[in-house]
Every structure is written in structure tokens, then in C-alpha cells.
Antibody, heavy 120, light 106 residues
Framework: QVQLQESGPGLVKPSETLSLTCTVSGGSISSFYWSWVRQPPGKGLEWIGYIYYSGTTNYNPSLKSRVTISVDTSKNQFSLNVTSVTAADTAVYYC??????????????WGQGTLVTVSS | SYELTQPPSVSVSPGQTASITCSGDKLGDKYACWYQQKPGQSPVLVIYQDYKRPSGIPERFSGSNSGNTATLTISGTQAMDEADYYCQAWDSSIVIFGGGTKLTVL
């Protein structure tokens, strides 16, 4: 049973860079897509982007200019960077494993989520 | 950009059938999936590829997708099913979430 665990600072100052890491255990990061999803307090889910283990990425167009997702297969980890953060980036951030089946993706395993607050 | 629309809330009595809809342009031509999220918890996949159930998901959860609407149906709804439900589809290599529906069991 694969497990995912997010880690990183819980508080980030406005205009700085939010950085999170997701560690995958109980399975290999290879041969899967891996996503970041966020949820502002009291609001719905927002997809941020995904990465294939080989490094291919795709991002939400609304965030693309500020987001980078990378993977480190040697550590079984993938990471998220969001630059120039504002209070609107305050959210619980989830990492998830994606299954690709034909022309679709769905997330079958999720981390517990980590709250990141943007405040000075 | 592609959008998925869900009703903000649905209410159901215990033991009855709850139906939650998700609407999008020609959604039936894509695959839909559904997540359940209880307060303070991570989302859980309950339906994928329109109607398939992951292992461990009760049989009372079912799904369908045709035309412009995907539907999550919960038969014999239980108090433990009270949660937020999100539909999701994939369009032009982008993951799209619906806005979510709060299911109240009363």
C-alpha cells in the first residue's frame, strides 16, 4: 500500500517561494504520474500540476507562470515550488498518485495534506 | 477552459438514494471520477472511469456518465456518507475538478 507524506514550512512570507516535498513509501515512484492539489480553507479542490517519473510535467494554466514540479527518483520524492506567493496561496496542499488509464487520470492515493499559510 | 458544475448541496434521508450530478460540455465523451472528502480528511477516490469502484468502496456507491452529465449515486445512504463530493475529469491533459457538493444525511 503506497503512502505519501507532504513536508515543508507551514508559514511563508508574501512574495517569497513556497516549497513542499512529497515522500513516497511502500512503492516506487517510477511508472506513475504524481500530482499536487490544494484546497483553500473552506473551499474546493484545485489541481496545481503533475509530473511523470521521467520528469514530464503539466500545470494548471492559472498557476503555470509561478509553479514548478520536480522529481527525485533516487529519493522517491517529488517537489512543488510556488513563487511570489500571496495570501490567496494559503491552503492545505496535498500530494497524490495519479493513475493514467487511456485518455484520463485519476488520483487513487493521497497524502494527509499540509497547511501552508502565507503571512508576514 | 473546461468547467465542471456541481450543485452546492444535496440532502437525503437515511436509507434513501442520493444522486449528485456533475455537468460539463460533452462530459460523456470523457471519463469522470468522484472523490469523497470528510471534514479534516484527505479526499478518497470512490468512483473512477465513470462507474468503477476501487477496492474497499461499498457497493452502494455507483456512477454513470452520459451526454453532458455524470452522476454519483449512493443507494441506502448512511450517516457515514455525509461528506463533500467532488467530480473530476481530464481535458486536454489538464485535471479539472468540479466545485464540490456537500451531502447532508438528515
Amino acid at each position: 500500500q503506497v503512502q505519501l507524506q507532504e513536508s515543508g514550512p507551514g508559514l511563508v512570507k508574501p512574495s517569497e517561494t513556497l516549497s513542499l516535498t512529497c515522500t513516497v513509501s511502500g512503492g516506487s515512484i517510477s511508472s506513475f504520474y504524481w500530482s499536487w492539489v490544494r484546497q483553500p480553507p473552506g473551499k474546493g479542490l484545485e489541481w496545481i500540476g503533475y509530473i511523470y517519473y521521467s520528469g514530464t510535467t503539466n500545470y494548471n494554466p492559472s498557476l503555470k507562470s509561478r509553479v514548478t514540479i520536480s522529481v527525485d527518483t533516487s529519493k522517491n520524492q517529488f517537489s512543488l515550488n510556488v513563487t511570489s506567493v500571496t495570501a490567496a496561496d494559503t491552503a492545505v496542499y496535498y500530494c497524490a498518485r495519479n493513475q493514467e488509464v487511456g485518455p484520463t487520470h485519476y488520483s487513487d492515493s493521497w497524502g494527509q495534506g499540509t497547511l501552508v499559510t502565507v503571512s508576514s | 477552459s473546461y468547467e465542471l458544475t456541481q450543485p452546492p448541496s444535496v440532502s437525503v434521508s437515511p436509507g434513501q438514494t442520493a444522486s449528485i450530478t456533475c455537468s460539463g460540455d460533452k462530459l460523456g465523451d470523457k471519463y469522470a471520477c468522484w472523490y469523497q472528502q470528510k471534514p479534516g480528511q484527505s479526499p478518497v477516490l470512490v468512483i473512477y472511469q465513470d462507474y468503477k469502484r476501487p477496492s474497499g468502496i461499498p457497493e452502494r456507491f455507483s456512477g454513470s456518465n452520459s451526454g453532458n452529465t455524470a452522476t454519483l449515486t449512493i443507494s441506502g445512504t448512511q450517516a457515514m456518507d455525509e461528506a463533500d463530493y467532488y467530480c473530476q475529469a481530464w481535458d486536454s491533459s489538464i485535471v479539472i475538478f468540479g466545485g464540490g457538493t456537500k451531502l447532508t444525511v438528515l
